[in-house]
């Protein structure tokens, strides 16, 4: 079992979400994030305060997956995010130790899809 | 000179103002959040931008005795602009008055196309297009529809409070900038979501209270005539409203408040050039078959056809102003008004074709200036931001803030 974490630009969403479900990856959580990796943030400026190098808001795409599903979620991801410029994102897949389903209390694999 | 008209016209003035902050807030919350500051941006900057054009030389070249093509230079700086009544326009408010209550109108023209360009458009390019579609486009049809000399005026063409001058004329120019900017950027797939209908909720309001004055202020006097513009008007969005929201009841199973906020926007639209020439039966009459033309135009023939008016700006004010111009034609009687005239239910079916007339001029003339003035602010500046910029929205390349922090 693995867990796939995505950052990805926010227009690229809809397409990441599409491509998923046509590998059939359904479960996913989503959440908004701010950073910046090599893609410098952009300068902002109220009343004349500048904001020097402001984070850039991101989506954070998480998805628990057993291992024969791991490069089918990561072909569809990049699928979806690739556009080649800077700030395309990144993916981190990490191990995962254990997944319960709370309502049946199911653990491992079968809890996962 | 009366001091109640006087009193009554000023009111309506600051009603009509009420109104452009209020369509930024209609746009803003149907745009993307990454966008919203744009829209208000670029609504309040044209507040301010042709509030000033209009004392300099705007109102003169629309309002001055003029050729039949428009008005001079003669009244630029207000120069014999005075406090005193110009009968011709006004026999009972100051003329200073007349202006300003005209400014607000020249105010909130430009900024409904605003709507169909939005998220894509380029800040500094959208200014200059702003002052020369004023210029060459508004300042021409109101002088045509309104001003001393204007030949659809003296054709006998009714538009009591600007469907044709306004809501007709940024209408088309709406669909032309729609098809000539193309459209947002991976919006064929997933059509972007409004991210505040709360605030779109809100922008009704506010235009809905504004829009009083708007048509009840364009009898430019407190008496009767101001009363029925104001109960036709207030009619006309409440059954536009319900019945936009019964179509989606019907088509889709549920009403919405976006739908029924749309729909009372579009009965405003229809009602005003009808506001003081209709009774309340015409007033109805307009406002419950408007929504069945502009829910069918936003929803089903912008899909069909595949242009990306953004926030329907010509499926609202195009149609919905056609409409409201055409049924003038249809309900107006001189029951209501005796400077009016009948129309077609009143015995006069040759208004109708005046109307018709009034129309076709204003869409060709608008549609056909808009293109070149496009184009050639495209040739020169770019209209359109760069793919990477209109990724990352407007707010941020445009202007440097964000509307919303995630962190605090």
Known sequence: ?113 | MNAGDTAWVLVSTALVMLMTPGLAFFYGGMVRRKNILSVLMQCFFILCLVSVLWVVYGYSLAFAPGTGFWGGFQWSMLNGVGLEPYNDYSATVPHQAFMIFQGMFAVITPALIIGAFAERMKFSSFVIFTVLWLTLVYAPVCHWVWGLGGFLRTMGALDFAGGTVVHINAGIAALVTALMIGRRKNSEKHIPSPHNLPFVALGTALLWFGWYGFNAGSALAANGLAANAFVTTNTAAAAAGLSWALIEWIRNGKPTLFGIASGAVAGLVAITPAAGFVNISGALIIGLLVSVFCYFAAVVIKPALGYDDALDAFGVHCVGGIWGALATGLFATKLVNSAGADGFFYGNPAQLMIQVKAVAVTVVYSGIVTAVLFKAVDLVLGMRVSPKEEDMGLDLTQHHERAYTVLE
């Open chain 1, 1 to 113: 079992m693995k867990m796939v974490i995505a950052i990805i630009q926010p227009s690229r969403l809809d397409d990441v979400k599409e491509e998923l479900y046509k590998a059939d990856v359904h479960l996913i959580t989503v959440s908004e994030v701010l950073g910046h990796g090599r893609q410098k943030g952009i300068t902002e400026v109220y009343r004349g305060a500048k904001e020097m190098g402001n984070l850039l808001r991101k989506v954070r795409v998480e998805i628990a997956v057993n291992d024969n599903f791991v490069e089918p979620a990561v072909k569809a991801i990049v699928k979806g995010a690739k556009t080649g410029e800077t700030g395309d994102g990144k993916i981190f897949i990490l191990p995962m130790e254990q997944c319960i389903r709370i309502r049946t209390e199911e653990r491992g694999s079968i809890a996962i899809g």
